[in-house]
């Protein structure tokens, strides 16, 4: 008889959503040596958490998140709610009571706070990780392992861009991804976040830092119910009070050079989450609106009897020999977008039901955190700044 | 309280798992109107069947069809075992007994047994569906609404193949999909048909072929369990007896000029399972491997003040405004392969729920089966032959 | 001091005007053993034919071909006439007069006529070459030498498709492509004798066909001057008389299962000359509208410490060591559809030059005629045909 | 009778071919209304200067530059020296001699001298162009017209790589590119003066950058000859004195955020010379690997019947419709790299003619040498540094 573990989850909306699915995957897809039972969703609208409920497959319903991460019932408190101060009283709540956390990126508001979560639940001997779900791409896990196997020799570059562009219409409503007091930043902390993070996973620490952000959109209509992204129209406009766009340069620790950029202004990309790194032996480009392909580089390949055969090769990373992969399905029969959550959720479960580590953990957010503020100090200060230690 | 269906589904391997996976997905998904119960799971091996219904999550499990189909517990019995005369056998039980059937492709060993089974559901007045799973990938279902708004014109091209390579080491073992007596046929009626029927929906039903075929490797070792499609070695060879490749020409009854190939051995295609359309107006193109994406070229764009801006298109059909996609992730969070199947069971229950068409039902089999047939007969014959009316 | 040879050239339209800027060309460029001189052009309009002369750099012209191959001053004749009759009268005379000779293709406009050719050529003694340019594409000239050195494997399919859409407006003019009497056929003479020229080179003779054509388009308008391919309009109507697209399956003498189509009616696609070879090793795909990339797919990437690495690979054929490369410019620095015809006067000059082989030469433009020839009886006979020797 | 124009070119290696092949393609190709004559060409080395004379169809030699721009036998002289302070040199004196300029990029080693070639340009009274040969790529200039038509709204992004790989071998030796002395910087003034320059194109002039760059291979073998970019290896070892990668950031006049990159150390980008520029009404990129193909996003495409047909385009920029490409072959009868030599000289010679303006002139080259000094300064300094206005 496999072992549980009570989950309870804040938040039901978008992210709500995915994590959800996860739960109710994990186990028929990937049987995890834990299995989670979907004990309790949390939502302040008590009619709608119900539905979202008893169509996502939660046992029992609270609009009250300390009554939450109190109760008894539950193992695990994941949190996805907005991404600015919620996660940190929450989660420091949680670990008062003993509860492992599943938290959404990016960790906090502030590094500060991040740093005060981390204490928290190491001080509560309490496991914790943060989703950066595109590290269990099987693409990106496959160019992690290249990497690790010495396939790029020595790093030189990394170069990373996030485009979306689903606020680029002027009369696009101010939904809270706008508000800075409820989402800490804009594409920032929403998506160069997931490139900081993978850069940190493939290629090591940022050590200094030099941006600079823009709006282009300086007022909104108010939108009458800000949970969505429809644009609803509406008469009144109010300030936006995060950036539309941001960049920046990068020094990493080990002396590679780095690029990144985000923006919710690049029409017609939707999701284009793109790194490219260069060694001295090659070079790895993956894109998440093709989540499923690796470009790999081979210098080794320049060299052969009748010339260079040396060209990007188009790795679809499906098969059975790739990560996680061997839980779905044939080769070149693709996965989507909700699997990094659900292959998230199982190295959760495997790492807290074997005591293994986890990562990212709450100490990979707060470097992530640290970076993202890193960024911010620059734009304020216009140089140069070096990234804090964690 | 929505209404339910009881399921009964008949095989756990490949299909069976992709079945299992809709039927669990499709309600804290999609919310069909008809939800369903995954009540008993068959199998013909006893401890087989019970891991499979334990971790996939069915209440029951049998393992003799024949008390499955009979069973008043159950009001739909799915099909998914190997795509020769077990279809058939079963289907025309199950009809007896009342049962509304969704059925895996090709809907039968030949076109007298599907029309043997299309007969049989007629009779009994049950409902009935074939699962041809790409009709319902988001960016095919867009191709269908496009052609029917009549962006392409006059359609004048079809052109299709379905490549694969699982089988080119010499040394793959003799799977039951390399022996004609379980399997039918080879790629014709495993790969083909999806392209037949794909044809058929977009463009129309096909007059008259002239096919070929090969066997590129004649002998495989005998594999000690054929059940899966691991390379398992081994001493004993026994004589391959389905081909290995086909292909053939097709004139529409609309006049419409079409291709088709369908093979095992092109080294590098995993699922390439392609199609490409053009008409007067445009063209449109679609592949599995990125099969959200699809390829569309407007001619109309080939005029502008600056010069032609045509080109072919990559529309990414993951945007809310696209067929199924409602259900899911913002645009460019891409689905996958089991999305498919997903929406077939979301349509299926829908249909049965509401007494509304079912799409492609078995009469669409057949159809489909009696090419499959004109193709064979060609092949036996050396020339063109007339594709018979279902 | 280099050594010369006086060219004499019959046309000076599209191919007359490619043929020009490879003898421009070849000698500051390439540096051929033996170089070109633009002695005379040969066109039936004195007033064209003098402009096009002293626009690119011809030192005479002459309004009767019969003048030019007769020309004690001319050494080699190259034929740039449509690709009907005028082939062969052309050749039969030059070869009488002992003139080297360099023709378009498709050779001729019968099996009968390029038979003719070929033995007047052989009997004559002079040195003979058929200008399939896309052979001296780099990207394809390493397909052959990959493929000869076995990093395919044996060979198991042949894909290849010529799509354009320049007729596709039904008010586009009856030009002389258009006149059977002229051109001797549509896409099958035009487009796929290419593609059936490039599979000959790659893969090996073609041994029985069967094909289908098709015409979209029945009447036309009737250019009042029917040289260009420009779209004049124009009230009266008269009859197309060659095909608008057509297909047909082959077996290659070494059991290659291949397919072939040609149209003019795929919107969207001007110059799509694709082909894909899959063996037993590997696959390769190369398409002209993208002609400096050779796909390549090597099955040895499939094994690796870290899951398969293989995936198909775009080899950018423009390094120094890809074959006449080193003539131009640094790697992705890319040539285009006119480097081609350089390349092939190249390989003419030097064969020429040193008494080396010249390849295609008029038996190989011989044995694509018997196979244009054989998928015409295949379409009037309904069936398979097997293609005559040569 | 058509104008002719004297031509004397100093420099025959990489860039004197490419611009003595423009000059022997641009008549019989495109017929200007000044027609060059290939007079004279200068290098040092009489043997190599003779040959390379012989070889490319230059009417004269001479070794020494002085004696080429006091030449009453020229009109124009052509600078395709290295990009250091022989520029400059021969440039004032070309222009005291009241010599036309045709100078390739960048314009000079530092911004001082390249203002004092605008003044003396100006004084002269001569007419002067810097050879960004990157306008002239049809696909480029498309881009060019289709944002003067506003089909991009509002610009908001400029996104911009120019990478390459031919140094990234630890051995490859010390040529002259990597030598300060002579070729003024590295990537900077090779590779990003070509971004800089389509940037000020497309988008407008850049007001401020903050920069940062890295040399990886500090030292290198001293070649014997140091004029190729072979490797050669060798014993001794000196230092590498410029950077090996640049990336800035930056801010346009209008408001425009932009990014920038140049490296010689990306493994497998060749010549990957790529921008992207998003605005409100859509989206175009461009890379110079594939350079007749233009990416475009048309945001109009969003609504339609049924649901979005929005997605990135390829234009195939070889349409008669399109710039400079009515000169050529059919569409998709793709150009290459030296093409946009043939076009840039093709404007030089018509601007020179007809007495209208040239563009980029020495103004141009100035500006961009502007923001190539002022991402040295702020590397230099630490932070954001003005561009100086020219």
């Known amino acids: 008889m496999a072992k549980t573990i009570n989950i309870g989850l804040v938040g039901y909306k978008f992210m709500g959503k995915a994590h ?46 300390h009554q939450l991460v109190a109760s008894p019932d539950i193992d695990l408190v994941d949190i996805c709610t907005p991404s600015g101060p919620s996660h940190t009283e929450i989660a420091l709540e949680a670990a008062q009571h003993g509860k492992h956390i599943f938290c959404e990126k990016p960790l906090a508001a502030s590094l500060s706070d991040a740093r005060a979560m981390l204490s928290a639940v190491e001080q509560a001997g309490v496991r914790h990780m943060v989703n950066f779900n595109y590290r269990r791409c099987p693409a990106v896990a496959l160019a992690k392992k290249m990497i690790g196997d010495g396939l790029l020799g020595d790093i030189y570059h990394w170069r990373s861009v996030y485009l979306q562009d689903w606020i680029i219409d002027p009369d696009f409503p101010l939904v ?110 993956w894109n998440m609106e093709t989540m499923n392909e690796l470009e790999y580089y081979d210098r080794s390949n320049e060299s052969s009897g009748v010339g ?30 909700e699997h990094g959550f659900i292959h998230g959720v199982y190295d959760l479960l495997n790492g807290i039901g074997n005591g293994t580590p986890l990562a990212p953990d709450f100490r990979d957010g707060a470097r992530c955190q640290a970076v993202l503020e890193a960024v911010t100090r620059s734009i304020a200060q216009g140089g140069w700044t070096a990234v804090e230690a964690v």
């Open 20 to 65: 959800s699915n996860a739960y109710r995957q994990v186990t028929p897809m990937m049987q995890p040596d834990l299995q989670p039972i979907m004990k309790c969703l949390c939502g302040r609208n008590a009619e709608g958490v119900a539905a979202a409920a008893r169509q996502m497959g939660w046992e029992q319903t609270v609009t009250d998140w």
């Open 176 to 285: 809270w991804r706008l508000d800075k007091s409820i989402a800490g930043s804009g594409p920032l902390g929403d998506l160069a976040a997931h490139s900081i993070d993978l850069a940190h996973f493939l290629v090591g620490p940022i050590a200094k830092v030099v941006g600079m952000e823009q709006t282009f959109v300086h007022e909104r209509p108010v939108a009458s119910e800000q949970g969505g992204l429809q644009a609803t129209g509406g008469v009144e406009r109010a300030p936006v009070t995060v950036e539309d766009a941001v960049a920046f340069l990068a020094r990493f620790e080990n002396g590679v050079f780095g690029t990144f950029e985000a923006t919710r202004f690049a029409a017609g990309r939707k999701n284009y989450n793109r790194f490219e790194v260069n060694g001295s032996r090659g070079s790895l480009c």
């Open 308 to 337: 260079s055969l040396a060209g990007f090769r188009l790795i679809q990373a499906t098969d059975g020999s790739h990560p996680y992969m061997g839980s779905w399905w044939p080769p070149a029969h693709i996965i989507g977008y």
